[in-house]
């Protein structure tokens, strides 16, 4: 070996050594918890609104939200964490006012259990519960599970699964 090609594997072997350490330091920083993937967009007076009129209608006798689920519920309803990512807010108020909601949303369920008419609420109400569900958003690393879920609740059989989009449900029409 010459005297130049001795440096040469020298400096290349300083190189691999530095690039490895680096790595093994960085090992693990991009994967450390990602946090909770749900939040509101709302200003904090209409959460504080709405959050009130989804307890006081009892909303969350069937559904879930922020992760918590009220210890009666039975109801198979799907979760609304992150439902403003799937439906846009004329999409909920339409369905909020509906006399009929399940001939937007067909229902698998028996009657009692179905999503019920809040077409008598007062209009400034069915607004504010629109603009509040469209404001839950989720992060868009956790969209596809968000989408899994509601698919699960609404049709009863399993996700069609990943990799195979020709099989994924077009939530577009649905909007
Ligand atoms: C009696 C149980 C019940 C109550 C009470 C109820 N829901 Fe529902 N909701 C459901 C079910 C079940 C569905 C799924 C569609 C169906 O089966 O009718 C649903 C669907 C929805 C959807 C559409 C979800 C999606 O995947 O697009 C939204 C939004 C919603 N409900 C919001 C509400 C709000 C807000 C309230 C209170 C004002 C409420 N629900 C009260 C059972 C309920």
Not at 30 to 55: C, E, H, M
Not at 75 to 81: C, F, I, K, Q, R
Not at 126 to 154: C, G, I, N, Q
């Amino acid at each position: 070996m010459k005297k130049g090609e001795r440096w040469l594997f020298a400096a290349i072997g300083v190189l691999v050594v530095v690039g490895v350490a680096r790595g093994v330091m960085n090992y693990g920083k991009d994967r450390g918890d990602p946090g909770i993937p749900f939040y509101s967009t709302a200003p904090k007076n209409v959460q504080r609104q709405a959050s009130d009129l989804y307890r006081d209608l009892g909303c969350r006798d069937c559904h879930s939200l922020w992760g918590t689920r009220n210890i009666m519920q039975f109801v198979p309803a799907p979760s609304l964490d992150g439902i403003g990512s799937l439906r846009s807010e004329e999409w909920l108020y339409r369905y909020f006012s509906a006399e009929n909601p399940q001939a937007i949303l067909p229902s698998r369920l028996k009657k009692k259990y179905r999503m019920p008419s809040y077409a008598y609420l007062p209009e400034a109400k069915r607004r504010l519960l629109a603009r509040y569900f469209a404001s839950l958003k989720v992060k868009d690393w956790y969209l596809d599970e968000v989408r899994k879920a509601e698919y699960e609740k609404l049709t009863g059989k399993p996700w069609p699964g990943h990799g195979r989009p020709a099989d994924k449900p077009s939530t577009g029409d649905r909007r």
